[in-house]
């Protein structure tokens, strides 16, 4: 049986939080990511500064760059104009906020319609929200809009025995239903999926994030960003001192993508690539192999393997 961390456990092993302000973005950033026409576009996004999300996932460190309270009316708005007013042009937006978008403590309800003035000149807008949270809101939003919108839900995994010991607070139906919601009110969405969570070796790893992929897209999303699980938030760290938990290696994050790119038209897979190279324990290769998954994300096509002299001695 798998020993199950309480939500009183994830918030002791926790450290302290960054220090941010509410009238600014933690961060914001562009980058190329390729639409589901296939054409590689700049996506501009804004990493929101605003109350922590309430379901304190297992894995989560995003809590890191939240406030202890919500923030005042005006100033989500007044965070994507900072951003806004200083990142070059783009054609897809990301408002992510470290929890869920429709989350009235979060972002107030009252921000919404300037909120998405502030989205009219982007084709598409990305937020991301708990699949329980998915409801007449979404739709309501969307409306609002010029562009599209797109909802990003975590998945996490289909494993039977670990996504509940996520504290994650759903099941595979919740996931299923919200995106059912989504895809009938015409919201693409978007599913986060771990590579190698808590209580899994390296080859579970791998099947189950393959499993977890196939399980989203049947559920009608067309876009899914597998995410190696990295330690930093306490709760992984004690698990990893239990013998529950190890960092997936790059080479296994190379695994899923080439088995779930091309398994289903119309879908895009995408790896995290986000702190790459500390996966990988060979410094003669690990640039070569993030260029070779940077490039496969842009392409969604399997490129030819990296050969290295280095591992291949190793593994001999």
Known sequence: MIATLATSDILRLRGPKNAVSPTK???????????ARGEVVDVATIFLTNRECPYRCLMCDLWKNTLDDSVKTGQ??????FALERLPRARVLKLYNSGNFFDVKAIPEEDRREIAGLCDPFETVVVENHPKLCNSQCTEFASLLKGNLEVAMGLETVHPEVLPRLNKQMTLEDFRDASSYLCEHGISARAFVLLKPPFLNEDEGIEWAVKSVDFAVDCGVSCVAVIPTRPGNGAVEYLEERGDYSPPRLDSLE????????????????ADLWDAQ????????????IARLAKMNLTQTVMPSIQCRRCAAEIN
Request: proline share 7%; charged share 30%; net charge negative.
């Open 76 to 81: 989500i708005a007044q965070q994507i104009r």
């Open 278 to 289: 500390s996966f990988s324990w060979c410094d003669e290769c690990v640039s070569d192999r």
């Open 255 to 270: 695994r899923v993508l080439e088995e779930s790119l091309g398994r289903e038209p119309n879908h895009r897979v995408f």
């Open 25 to 35: 973005p933690y961060e914001f950033l562009v980058e190329p990511e390729v639409t």
